[in-house]
Each structure stands twice: as C-alpha cells, then as structure tokens.
C-alpha cells in the first residue's frame, strides 16, 4: 500500500528544481552568504506582493515575532491578548520579552481568534492584539483593528492570502519549509507599512546596529541567509499557482463527501489552505484508521497554550476557554498540497468513511 504523506514539499518544487541549483550555483561562484543581492531583491519583492512598503529578512519565525514586538516597545508589566489555539510560538515570543499573554477563546466556526472575546479581555496594561491567520484562514481584523490597538498580524501560516500584512500595524511570517511560501530551511520575515518601525526592526536584527561600529540597542542576530533568500525569490514567483491548487484540494474534498462525515473548514474566497483541518468526536479513531492506511494525518494543538506546563505561572485553569479545549480534542488534517492527485483524495475519503461507518456500526 502506497504511502500518501501529509504534505508533499518535493512534489511542489520538482517544476523548478533547475532553476533552484541555478540559485545555488549563483550564490556559491558569488562569495556573499549573508546580506547579499538575493537577500536585499527578496526583502522589495515580497513587500511588493504583500503590497507594504517594506520587509526585513530575519533568521525564522518565532525571531520575526521577538522583533516585532520589541520593535513596538512591549516588554515588562505590558499584556497582549492573542489566541490559545495556535503554536507555542506565537506566546513563547511575548513571554521572551517579558510582557504577559492573555488569551481569549476561538470563534468555533473559523478556529480564529474571538474579536468579542479579545474585546473582554482588555485592561489598561494591554499593549497588543496578536491574532493568528490560522491554517491560513485571514483573522476578524476589521473587528480587532476596531479596539484601537496595535494589531501584531501572525501570519506565519498565511502568506498568499489577500490583504495579509496590509491593515496591521507590523506582520510577521515563517518560512518553515511546509510553509504555503517556503525556503529549504529556516527563515522568516517581518512587514509593515510603517517605515520607522521597520527600520527598528532592522537594526534590531543586526545587533542593535546600522554599522556593526555603533550599537544603539540590544539586538539580535537575526537574519535571512542568502541561499534561502535567492531560492525564496524562486519559489516567490509559483505562489499564486500553489495557492490555487491547494484551494482546488480543497474543493475537491468537499465534491467526494468528505463534509458528510467531518467537520471541513469553512471555505471562503482569502483561505489559503496551509493545512486543511477537520473536526469530528471521533477524532482518534478516524486518525487511528488513516495512520494504520499509511495516510498522513496530524492534530494540533491538542494541548492549548494556555495549559501548556511553560505557561502554568499565568495560572489559566482548564474550562477558561471552552472553545479552544473542544476543538483541541477533535481535529485533525488530512493531506493537502498543490497538485496532490485525486486519487489520493478518494483514498483520504474511502478510509475516512470506514471509520465513521465503524463508529455507526457499533
């Protein structure tokens, strides 16, 4: 029995494998490793497709949230609200500077953050709102941006999605190479449209420095490595076509009833699909039967943020957030990627209706 796997990255760059060791060979006859051409041509062309005015190339992620919020001057005794439902990172990045995470609940029917919910949770020390553009479905944030606070986009599972990046005070991404945008490595990046924020971001990420003579802040060193920037720029131009193809997955899954037996995501046209969750009480037995078919499978966050032992000095206690302990204990994604064949799809849904069956059955 053939293996399906969760997510294919080789299958999405085979097209442009060539183009890929052409990019290599560039970078090793050239001698610059580090801020180099690739890495200045990328930092201008993926502000111009998030359509912002600039971005900075920093190491991954989880420094592209650090750096936003240290940018922004949250630190000590300072609160932001985000999501409990996301990975660590995105509390790990506030608690690193010091300030507190608050969370608020999810909005069940997009697994989001709940705008009414962040509302509640504001007090005088929150400085913040960071929601999470989760499995790559855009976030409430005409709602959020109406609190009247910094919004922190992490957009780490969404580039690609339209308007990301663009109403937010600073955005942050990952490119983790099962990324919607992904480099054969780590990296990440964070844009703004606001020019004075950005170049704190930039200085940050260099030690604090403009010159690596005088050092103005305690920085970081923090930067997108070139070969990664100039095999970004590669997979920069495929984007679009990928978005859509996961989207065409996506809509494939509900044409074979997978709807008729799970919970699907809610499919609306800014859903970029980095990954593609379900939901179902019988979670474990479904994710027992894809496993024992060799179908690859995840669940997510089964243990929330605001529950995870790093976390327990916050003293959140199980029950506080409804929502987000229900949908930890029933989803699970099913394999997603651009261009993953249909058969495989029928497959994904034969197995998965078994399971169900069985559970009818008994």
């Known amino acids: 029995m053939q293996q399906i796997p969760l997510v294919d990255v080789k299958a999405q760059f085979a097209s442009v494998r060539s ?45 592209a949230l650090v750096l936003a919020l240290d940018a922004l001057e949250i630190g000590p005794g300072d609160e932001v609200i985000c999501p409990a439902f996301t990975f660590y990172a995105t509390a790990e990045a506030i608690a690193r500077r010091g300030a507190t995470p608050v969370f ?11 705008a009414d919910d962040a509302a509640a949770k504001v007090t005088a020390r929150t400085k913040a709102i960071m929601p999470v553009h989760l499995f790559g479905r855009p976030a409430p944030l ?46 990440g990046l964070v844009a703004s449209n606001d020019e004075e924020l950005l170049e704190r971001v930039r200085v940050l990420a260099f030690h604090g420095s403009r010159d690596k003579i005088d050092f103005d802040f305690v920085g ?39 709807g008729d037996l799970v919970e699907l995501p809610q499919d609306e046209p800014g859903h970029v699909y980095h990954l593609f969750v379900c ?14 078919a060799k179908i690859g499978t995840a669940t997510y966050y089964v243990t929330p943020l605001h529950l995870q ?16 302990e229900r949908v930890a204990t029933e989803n ?25 069956g069985a559970v009818a059955r008994v």
Request: with cysteine; charged share 25%.
């Open 19 to 63: 183009e890929l060791e052409a990019r290599f060979a560039d970078v090793l006859d050239s001698g610059r490793y580090i801020r180099g051409p690739h890495f200045q041509a990328f930092q201008e062309e993926a502000a111009a497709y998030l359509g912002v005015k600039g971005s900075v190339g920093v190491a991954n992620g989880t420094d």
């Open 104 to 114: 608020a609940d999810i909005d069940p029917a997009t697994l989001n953050v709940d």
């Open 142 to 187: 005409d709602d959020l941006l109406g609190l009247g606070l910094p919004v922190i986009e992490d957009a780490a599972q969404a580039f690609g999605a339209p308007g990301i990046a663009q109403r937010g005070r600073i955005s942050t991404f990952s490119f983790f190479p099962t990324k919607n945008l992904f480099c054969l490595g780590d990296g």
């Open 220 to 258: 970081y060193n923090s930067r997108l490595d070139e070969l990664q920037a100039a095999f970004l720029r590669v997979f920069l131009t495929q984007l679009d076509g990928w978005t859509q193809g996961r989207r065409d997955a996506a809509a494939r899954y509900a044409e074979l009833g997978l």
């Open 279 to 292: 939901r179902s009480p019988e979670r474990d037995r479904i994710v027992a039967a894809l496993k024992e």
């Open 309 to 324: 032992p790093a976390l327990r000095f916050l003293g959140n206690e199980p029950g506080s957030l409804p929502e987000t």
């Open 332 to 356: 699970f994604s099913v394999p997603l990627w651009p261009g993953i064949p249909a058969e495989a799809q029928e497959r994904v849904v034969d197995v998965v209706r078994s399971a169900v």
